[in-house]
């Protein structure tokens, strides 16, 4: 369905951007407009925006040539969705306590349009209390969406949330899908952690961002997304039901009570555990080595894997990797019995990082997926999982 969509650009770096997204929303047929403050004119060209989009660009208020048919309400009226992205903290405040001082500001107080905010800032910011409240009061008003920040490294130099999604994934957001509509997808994400003693742990170095890519992507596509997550800094997605664990055995005993209709194991989750786990923190004596006394963790997607036909889940592995891929990964879905398994080199920078590629493979085929932002490689996972599983006896 072709969409009227009104883009609003604030101050921001990660403006750039938005010629991109522009041209996604017209090649599906969508119709784009866009405003912009005066700020944002320092890091985006009105002239590059007017070329992408083949309309005039505003930004004055009180342009007499517009005005004189009330252009602002005309624009207002027009829109189906407006999207303020970036949207920094400056305009966030504004929009939070009804502050209309530019265009772009008193176009969000006269549309009826389904509002998207991309919060775009530096990391502290972001965190701020004031900023956090702003984006409370601004989440719960009606037909409001506010679009999660992505997390890495900033054009400040800091690592962190606050970057603006990529032009794939605002798109999405304005035009999801929604052919998970009623799935119950679990996912798992994140590391685990086994005790060694009330201090420390064994772990390892997901950061459960593709994981959280996965459920957030399904959950706007109409899933019911369950998240069984391990210890992470990520913030919930929208629409998610999430479950924190720490241990293998946490996560096997909330797999098994919400395995779902699709089961998709992208948790790092350890092989072992610490066998007799020290009731207090341990000290070092002298130069004598520590040793630790190591018992196997239960197979967590095995065990899912090997439930009864008629509460067995399609399930989803993943094969992390730093040699022999594909090899690996194959003989890891044939020996635990998976419907699909995702082949991802760890031999590189991967672990934190905001971009992957990674390869599914089925009994009957492989399929390659090039290196892209985590979010995009979530939905055409996404893609290719549900259209597996519509093959099945269990389809929706």
Same mark, same amino acid.
């Given at each position: ?152 490294a900033q054009a400040c130099g800091d690592i962190g ?46 950061s459960g961002k593709m994981g959280y890519a996965l ?10 997304? =369950? %998240? &069984? @997550?391990?210890?992470?800094?990520? #913030?919930? +997605? ?7 664990? /720490? !241990? ?110 990674? =390869? %599914? &493979? @089925?009994?009957?085929?492989?399929? #390659?997926? +090039? ?7 979530? /939905? !055409? ?9 519509s093959q099945t006896s269990k389809k929706s």
């Amino acid at each position: 369905m072709t969409q009227n969509i009104l883009i609003g650009i604030s101050g921001g770096i990660a403006a750039y951007k938005i010629p991109h997204l522009v041209r996604l929303l017209k090649k599906q047929g969508d119709n784009v407009r866009i405003v912009h403050t005066a700020h944002a004119a320092h890091f985006i060209s009105p002239t590059t925006l007017q070329a992408v989009s083949g309309e005039a660009v505003r930004h004055d208020l009180f342009d007499p040539a517009a005005e004189q048919g009330m252009g602002h309400i005309e624009l207002a009226r027009w829109a189906d969705a407006y999207l303020i992205a970036p949207a920094t903290a400056n305009i966030l405040g504004k929009l939070a306590h009804g502050i209309a001082d530019d265009l772009l500001t008193t176009l969000y107080l006269a549309t009826n349009a389904h509002i998207y905010l991309a919060p775009t800032m530096n990391c502290h910011m972001l965190a701020h209390p004031a900023v956090q409240a702003n984006l409370a009061t601004l989440a719960a008003r009606e037909k409001h969406t506010v679009i999660p920040s992505d997390s890495g490294a900033q054009a400040c130099g800091d690592i962190g949330a606050g970057r603006l999604p990529e032009p794939e994934t605002l798109r999405d957001w304005l035009t999801p899908k929604r052919d998970w509509q009623d799935i119950h997808l679990t996912v798992t994400a994140g590391p685990t952690r086994e005790a060694i003693d009330p201090v420390r742990y064994l772990s390892n170095h997901s950061s459960g961002k593709m994981g959280y890519a996965l459920a957030a992507a399904a959950a706007r596509r109409g899933a019911i997304v =369950t %998240l &069984i @997550s391990g210890p992470t800094a990520l #913030p919930t +997605p929208p629409g998610v039901t999430r479950i924190n664990i /720490e !241990s293998a055995e946490d996560l096997l005993a909330a797999a098994l009570a919400h395995p779902g209709d699709i089961y998709l194991s992208a948790a790092a989750v350890a092989d072992y555990r610490v066998a007799h786990p020290a009731a207090q923190k341990q000290k070092k004596q002298g130069d004598a080595p520590l040793t630790l006394a190591l018992v196997q963790n239960p197979d967590v997607i095995a065990t899912i894997a090997a439930l009864p036909p008629e509460t067995r889940p399609y399930t989803v592995g993943f094969a992390a990797e730093t040699e022999n891929l594909l090899v690996y990964a194959r003989a890891k879905r044939a020996r635990k019995n998976l419907d699909l398994i995702i082949a991802n080199d760890v031999s590189g920078d991967v672990f934190g990082a905001d971009d992957n590629s990674a =390869t %599914l &493979i @089925s009994a009957e085929r492989e399929i #390659p997926l +090039p290196r892209q932002s985590k979010s995009a490689l979530a /939905e !055409s996972l996404l893609d290719h999982i549900r259209a597996a599983y519509s093959q099945t006896s269990k389809k929706s």
